[in-house]
C-alpha cells in the first residue's frame, strides 16, 4: 500500500506564506497524479490544486496566480506553495496521490490532513 506523509501547515498571517509537502512511500509502481485538495469547516472538500505525470498543472480559480503546485519525482513528493494567504484558505489540506502499485493494481491514497489557519 501507499502511505502519504503531510507537512507545513500552521498559522499565518494574512498576506503570509507557508509550504505545504506530501511525501509518498510504500509499493509504488508509479504515480500518475499528485494533488492537493482542502476543506473549510462546514464546506465540502475542494480540490486546490494538482500536477499530473506529464506535468499537466490545474488550478482552483480562487488560488491562481498566489498558490504553485510542483513536484519532485525522485522522492515522490509534491509540494504546494502558498502566498499572499487570505482567510478564505483556512481549512484542513489534503494530498492526495494517485497511481499503479508494484503489484500492477491502482491504488488512490490521502493524507492525514494539515491544518492551515491564515489570521487577520
Known amino acids: 500500500q501507499v502511505q502519504l506523509v503531510e507537512s507545513g501547515g500552521g498559522l499565518v498571517q494574512f498576506g503570509g506564506s507557508l509550504r505545504l509537502s506530501c511525501a509518498a512511500s510504500?509499493?509504488?509502481?508509479?504515480?500518475?497524479?499528485m494533488g492537493w485538495y482542502r476543506q473549510a469547516p462546514g464546506k465540502e472538500r475542494e480540490l486546490v490544486a494538482g500536477?499530473?505525470?506529464?506535468?499537466?498543472?490545474n488550478y482552483a480559480d480562487s488560488v491562481k496566480g498566489r498558490f504553485t503546485v510542483s513536484r519532485d519525482n525522485a522522492k515522490n513528493t509534491v509540494y504546494l506553495q502558498m502566498n499572499s494567504l487570505k482567510s478564505d484558505d483556512t481549512a484542513v489540506y489534503y494530498c492526495?496521490?494517485?497511481?499503479?502499485?508494484?503489484?500492477?493494481?491502482?491504488?488512490?491514497?490521502w493524507g492525514q490532513g494539515t491544518q492551515v489557519t491564515v489570521s487577520s
Open positions: 500536477i499530473s505525470i506529464s506535468g499537466t498543472i
Open positions: 510504500g509499493s509504488i509502481r508509479s504515480i500518475t497524479y
Open positions: 492526495n496521490v494517485y497511481g499503479v502499485l508494484t503489484t500492477l493494481r491502482g491504488y488512490n491514497s
